[in-house]
């Protein structure tokens, strides 16, 4: 195993500048991610809106259990019938809606026939919505029973109506149970994680190819009884280490930041996804390794690919936010797969076939990614023996 | 036989780097590859190797073909590169260790092997220094003890000594003739032909991919016509007549270099006295007057008609 350990004492060599990367990164990652305040969506609270209801009808049973009803959704405020009074009023948002019972109005639906209420709003205010909605809904079920039981009388209407319309069904929000602070976070944090292993694997795998790729070196080594392929998969067995130790000190600080959230299916899952992006990105990291020449161009491909990618993927800014042309070229990059997993990591609530599906769609194209990589740096690194 | 080759060629587009090359080695012989720069020892080296693809000939070693593949071979070679090809990562020990691992695989074989090369070279007290903290001269001695620690029966020395200080030259020059003593048959490339005629027995020729000349030091001097070479200071030159010098019987040359008269005669022919004579009878004072015998340089030059440092 002399190349494998000669890899390892050339990574300790260069731990000085691989270690400020990683707690560079770290760090960034640490503070970026705390500062994260994801939207508070997961709460909601009833408001009632201040209406006035004129009625110019007969004070039918039928007016009156829609008063009532929208009593117990809305302030009723009484104001006298005067258009100017009226007209302050929702001025100055003593009221936002104005409900006007036309005459005739009860009649008009015992029998079937359409009418219109009148309404007076607050322009473009979104309390009007809510009150068309439950005026709707007790008419529509109004006209509903209308239709279909026309015998029944008034009274009986109103009472149905009352039943009905008291009915609620018990909703359970699921995410505000599951869709936690965590969730976001931490797909924030394994969005990151992407340009610090981007990073860390370009430094780490190409100071070490630089080495081994040295003419002299290289010469000296096919000296020797070694056999090419058994040198190659000590380096590559070499180079897996790395990226699993560098992935294993990355994911660390997750389970330190979010805890339990790491071993429920959305953390195994964005573990599993971050740890096919490292082998996507370790084979990367091989084929620049193989073709910068020199330290300088090692740290500029490192910063400009790791970066690069990581803008154009969605890493700092959310891939919603990008263009279509942006992220048609970006498709063409790992870690947009990768980001997009995360993503839809971080938002499933629960897992069916359909979202199973789309995550492992994309961890199976990093994959991808990593294998026709692989596959170019190995015809390469052929190619180049042929023709040396 | 260690190493027999036959009718290399070996081609750079038009220009013809080998041009039907043959050597064979004898086991236990150290031979000096001589010749200039660009004369093809270094592609000769690389092509016994394995390293450079040639377009014609045969190689065998331990009567067996070379090729990428033959690792059995391999094992028992020792190669010393003309540029120094270790690792800056690696201290002294690890360096020797790396390169010994890769042909002995027993941990306790290679401990004691990697101490005796380091003793060997005379590093011990750099072990723990890596090859930047080296001056030229250790780094040429680490790179040599690189290409020794597994004790191989065939050392392969290309240029070992280039830009080091006289004092490690000679170490380095000791200690290849050190490891013939013990056994090991060497090939040894040089562009300094006082190297090679210190610890060669016997010496190749090269000049523009061709050995044109091989034999022993003492063989090699007689193939050619002239003999010693007689220097005069000459404390008053101004009238020399170089021309009547020329002129004496078995004269080769005569030059004139400031106050200094060179003179080369043919072999086994005594010069001095009518030299002297003709000297006198021109009233030229002598300061000093010595002879040394023909170097390789001259073979070089006779044969090629050029200097070997051309």
Known sequence: MQVYKAFFRIIQKNRGQILIYLVVFMVLALLLTNAYNPPQDTDFTKTRVNIAFINEDDDSQLVAGLKNYLGEYANLVDLPDDSQKL?????????????????????????????????????????NIYIDLLINKYLNTAKTYVTYLPELTQTELVSYLKTDLTKETEVTVISSDRHSDNAEKSSYYFNYLSYSLFAILILGVCSVMLVFNDTDLKRRNLCSPMRAATMNVQMIFGNISYAVLTWLVLIAASFVMYGSYMFTTNGLLLLLNSFVFTLAALSISYLIGNLVKSRGAMSAVANVFALG???????????????????????????YWYVKANNEIANAVSFNADTLQSIFTSMVLVLAFGIAVLGVTLVLIKQRRVEG | MVINVKNLVKRYGDLIALD????????????????????????AINCILSLLKYDKGTIDIFDQPMTPDAYHLKRDIGIVMQNVAVFNELTVYENID??????????????????????????????????????????????????????????????????????????????????????????????????????????????????????????LKKMIKSGEHINLELL????????????????????????????????GKNNLIPILDHLKDQQIAIGKIYSEPPTLNDVFLEITGKELRD
């Open chain 2, 20 to 43: 039907h090359f043959n050597l064979e080695v004898q086991e236990g012989e150290v031979l000096g590859l001589l010749g200039p720069n660009g004369s093809g020892k270094t592609t």
């Open chain 2, 98 to 219: 790396y390169f010994c691992g890769l042909y002995i695989s027993d941990k306790q074989t290679r401990k004691k092997l990697v101490a005796e090369a380091i003793d060997f070279v005379g590093l011990n007290d750099f072990s723990k220094f890596y090859p930047k903290k080296l001056s030229g001269g250790l780094l040429r001695r680490l790179n040599i003890a690189c290409g020794i620690a597994h004790q191989p029966k065939l050392i392969i020395l290309d240029e070992p000594t280039v830009a080091v200080d006289p004092q490690s030259r000679n170490n380095i020059l000791e200690g290849i003739q050190k490891l013939n003593q013990q056994g090991a048959t060497i090939i040894y490339t040089s562009h300094y032909m006082e190297e090679v005629e210190q610890i060669a027995s016997r010496i190749a020729i090269m000049d523009k991919g061709k050995i044109i000349a091989m034999g022993t030091n003492e063989e």
């Open chain 2, 236 to 267: 008053n030159p101004g009238d020399l007549d170089l021309a009547g010098i020329n002129a004496l019987p078995h004269i080769i040359s005569a030059e004139r270099r400031d106050h200094q008269l060179v003179i080369k005669s043919e072999r």
């Open chain 1, 309 to 335: 990618t990581s803008f154009l993927s969605g890493v700092f800014v959310p891939q919603e936010l990008l263009g279509p042309n942006v992220l048609m070229i970006a498709s063409f990059t790992p870690t």
């Open chain 1, 87 to 127: 007209q302050d009023a929702l001025f100055f948002r003593q009221v936002e809606y104005i409900l006007r019972v036309p005459e005739g109005f009860t009649a008009a639906m015992l029998n079937g026939q359409d009418i219109q209420l009148e309404k007076t709003i607050v322009p473009d205010s979104p309390s």
